[in-house]
């Protein structure tokens, strides 16, 4: 499986933009790139996701490099209620089983 | 709909007893996983249920962990016997199709906390 790099841990300022990056040098053409977040004591929930092309969502956009060898998760105006761990997961499509690999992910502080 | 339910919400248990927990998936949804979360391995996805089979329990630490789907709207994760090392969140999460490269999402439940003691 293709693996993810993230930062451990990111700092925001309630109400600015956030850029949470990830690399994945080895993603091959046909993975999709997923993003879930993890809120205190909750069960991970569905950000964004997407192949080739940027996306945008009510919550967050993603922004997908042309090389497709990394991408970042954008929140417009951080909120408090944002805090939380950001995990960037490839996905195959084709064989695809289900499975998502969670990695470490990036804890994200919002600071009011 | 209520999203995923899982209960109980939290288990405190002694080495050596069965611990049962339980997830009701999303209605239609025709996937259901179950992943296990300590703050040393992180998120480990555990088995995989596709229209009630098993389809991958490669995840599944050992024998003492077994899970069942006996139907649509009803999963078990059982260990026994019990040990201190399984203490963890445990999640239950349900997609309608395969979630992964088809970009299908999965919910997750709320969690079960279990504590063996």
């Known amino acids: 499986d293709a693996k993810t790099t993230q930062p451990n841990s990111m700092e925001s300022n309630e109400e600015e933009p956030v850029h949470l990056p990830c690399n994945h040098s080895?993603?091959?053409?046909?993975?999709?790139i997923h993003w879930y977040r993890q809120l205190p004591s909750q069960g991970p929930e569905y950000v964004i996701h997407?192949?080739?092309s940027n996306v945008n969502n009510r919550m967050a956009s993603l922004a997908i490099a042309e090389d497709r060898k990394s991408s970042t998760l954008i929140l417009h105006r951080a909120t408090l209620r944002d805090a939380a761990v950001y995990y960037c997961?490839?996905?195959?499509?084709?064989?695809?089983?289900?499975?998502?690999?969670f990695g470490q992910g990036t804890t994200l502080q919002v600071k009011p | 709909d209520a999203g995923v339910i899982q209960s109980p919400r939290h288990e405190v248990t002694e080495m050596g007893q069965e611990v049962t927990l339980r997830c009701k998936p999303i209605?239609?949804?025709?996937?259901l996983f179950w992943y296990r979360q300590t703050m040393m391995r992180g998120l480990e996805l555990l088995i995989y249920?596709?229209?009630?089979?098993?389809?991958?329990d490669s995840g599944m630490p050992e024998d003492r962990f077994s899970a069942k789907m006996p139907n649509a709207s009803f999963s078990t994760l059982k260990i026994q016997p019990s040990e201190p090392r399984d203490s963890a969140v445990y999640f239950c999460?349900?997609?309608?199709?395969?979630?992964?490269?088809?970009?299908?999402?999965?919910?997750f439940g709320p969690g079960t906390r279990l504590l063996v003691l």
């Open positions: 999460a349900s997609s309608l199709m395969a979630g992964g490269g088809a970009g299908e999402t999965q919910y």
């Open positions: 080895t993603i091959s053409g046909t993975d999709y």
């Open positions: 997407g192949l080739t």
């Open positions: 997961i490839l996905s195959p499509l084709s064989g695809n089983t289900g499975k998502l690999i």
């Open positions: 209605s239609g949804h025709d996937y």
């Open positions: 249920f596709n229209n009630n089979v098993p389809i991958d």
